[in-house]
């Protein structure tokens, strides 16, 4: 049985990927009965894609293998805490359990400026919610690549 | 020059494609330079696709035609309130101008349950921002949906 912390080397692992093509490392995946039915880094660059965060392009092609857009028995895994885009899609997804990395004191929509995926206004609200796991790692991986950025 | 109704009036005819093929009747266009660059309706349910929301579709190819993710001159005219998903991908996309048709009181992010499109605590905001455009007709399109559903 994988833990979280073993969900979120693998969202590790994609946002590396994110990295050697010089986009903001940031990565998810999401997983049903626990298996790995979709994965996803920041491709916003690349593609010319406002929408092409990690989460997005994880749900999309978990949603495409279960070919449906509820996603009740899912649960997602990222590396940075989701933005208000992608906290949005979570809860248009009905995702069941929330794991993320690093909190992102700027732009963080669970937990840092607001908490969408718990906001009991809206029609969905995940079961389950964690931060921080293997946050020091994520954020790391952020970090260098802004350091990277600025010094180049 | 066109006006916000006309514009929304195209808005409009993109919810009604929805209607045609039983989605929720929600359309947008992203407009540049007084031109039609990006339409969508909503594709949820035909697409297995939980971020199908119109204005993800009209935000995804007008980035596609101007092969950049910024989207600074561009405006997204929309026939209800954008929800949180929705409202973050237009920070994302650095829309210049929103406007929108009828409010959403359950689940809108533009003044009903947030403000995320003008809240300065992320890194971009609208310049300009619109609700209540030809509301009645965006309102009704979607509420005599709802009522043919629950009557079927």
């Known amino acids: 049985m ?4 073993d969900f979120m080397r693998f969202a590790i692992k994609e946002a590396e990927k994110a ?9 998810a995946i999401v997983v049903c009965d626990g298996e790995i039915i979709g994965k996803g880094y920041n491709l916003k660059e690349r593609d010319s894609d406002p929408t092409a965060h990690a989460e997005i392009i994880a ?3 978990a949603a495409r293998k279960l070919k449906t857009w509820h996603l009740d028995n899912c ?3 990222v ?4 933005c208000p885009m992608c906290a949005g899609a979570i809860v248009q997804a009905r995702i069941r359990k929330l794991v993320f990395g690093a909190y992102d004191s700027k732009a963080g929509a669970v937990g ?24 020091a790692e994520c954020r790391k991986l952020v970090q260098d690549f802004f ?4 010094n180049n």
């Not at 990295?19 to 940031?26: C, H, K, M, T």
């Open 19 to 27: 990295l050697e093509i010089d986009e903001v490392p940031i990565g």
């Open 112 to 135: 840092s400026l607001y908490n969408i995926v718990e906001d009991e206004r809206l029609n969905h609200q995940v079961s389950e919610l964690k931060g921080g796991v293997l946050a």
């Open 59 to 61: 749900l999309k092609e």
């Open 79 to 82: 590396t940075i805490e989701p």
């Open 75 to 77: 649960d997602l895994y």
């Open 147 to 150: 350091k990277k950025l600025r």
């Open 2 to 5: 994988k833990t979280d912390e």
